[in-house]
């Protein structure tokens, strides 16, 4: 649902700018990028494993800072809580079999 909203937004934000899309290199890199809803949600997927976002970032911010504003929650919110989502799986699985560990340890004595 985050994905889709910040998809959303990035149509806006991104596709319908004018100042982008008049500088060739980012004109290339929004088509190719964020040409439709489901590309860009692709790119946003890439946020969530922090593969390789810089290069798609990287050239917006550095011409547009104001864009940092809508790239820097996607990185933290979608990329920070998909790994504290991981550890807690991990965590909560070495809890379960500790315990049944322990169970099986008292049943044979």
Known sequence: LFLYAFACLGLEIITKNKSIRGQPEL????????????????????FVTIDSVSQVYGPLVIKFPALLFYFL?????????????????????????????????????
């Open 73 to 109: 929650p996607i990185i933290l919110v979608l990329s920070i809580s998909l790994m504290n989502l991981v550890t807690a799986v991990l965590v909560e699985g070495a809890f379960l079999r500790s315990k049944e560990d322990r169970d099986m340890q008292r049943q044979a004595l």
């Open 27 to 46: 004109r290339q890199l929004v088509d190719e990028k964020f040409p439709n809803l489901f590309a860009t949600m692709l790119t946003l997927l890439q």
